[in-house]
């Protein structure tokens, strides 16, 4: 309800669900208009940029560098405006601390501190760490702040945050979800242990369907 999908790949479950209930995968002329004005590049830039500079650090060639920029692939890419808290229940909806479903998570922050009224103090990202007095702290973010959100490749490690509540204003932010190529495909079922060939061929049928829509996916991208 506060946020419009402008990409979603046919691997994520949100891929599905929209296409289903709205006929397609995600806003195409939000979509369209991302494009156009150069953000899907920024934010492949900085994807590229971050992941050179994570992998450098780690110890990494510049071959497994490079492979991990190429595998890592954009899953979701939505465009949020959070309201104040007030505004929020009146949707149904709020802000909880939460994992993002993602390899590496880079949000871009459109909107003053101060935006519509906004608190600065409020306006930020809350993390939640035992080495945080309290055990979170908010980090602010300005417009133009760019967020990088990942795993630690060694300990699995992730980061516990949310969007912090707000009690006057707004905030606009670009989210987006990068997988790595090969992420698992997770499908629910009730059948039981002796449908495991029928499961396994199955799955692997929904795999290949999946492909093809991904394949397809990638011709209209390369049109647009």
């Not at 465009?79 to 104040?84: H, I």
């Not at 707000?166 to 499908?187: A, H, M, N, Y």
Request: net charge negative; hydrophobic share 30%; with cysteine.
């Amino acid at each position: 309800r506060i946020s419009t999908y402008a990409h979603t790949s046919p691997e994520t479950y949100v891929y599905q669900v929209f296409k289903e209930k709205y006929g397609s995968p995600y806003d195409t002329t939000m979509r369209q208009y991302m494009q156009s004005e150069g953000l899907l590049e920024m934010l492949e830039t900085l994807k590229s940029t971050f992941l050179t500079t994570l992998g450098r650090t780690s110890g990494h060639t510049d071959a497994t560098i490079q492979q991990t920029i190429t595998d890592t692939r954009l899953a979701q890419l939505f465009l949020t405006v959070q309201p104040a808290t007030d505004r929020m229940l009146q949707l149904d909806t709020y802000m909880q601390p939460h994992y993002d479903p993602s390899v590496l998570t880079i949000n871009v922050h459109l909107s003053p501190l101060e935006w519509r009224g906004c608190l600065a103090a409020e306006n930020g990202l809350r993390v939640f760490s035992p080495e945080h007095p309290g055990g979170s702290k908010v980090f602010a973010t300005p417009q133009g702040t760019a967020v990088f959100i990942w795993k630690d490749e060694n300990t699995g490690e992730a980061c516990l945050h949310t969007a912090n509540d707000l009690s006057v204003g707004s905030r606009v932010v670009l989210c987006s979800f990068w997988q790595k190529r090969d992420f698992p495909i997770t499908c629910a079922t009730s059948e039981g242990a002796g449908q495991e060939g029928d499961e396994r061929g199955g799955e692997r049928e929904r795999k290949r369907k999946i492909e093809r829509e991904t394949d397809r996916e990638r011709e209209r991208e390369s049109v647009v």
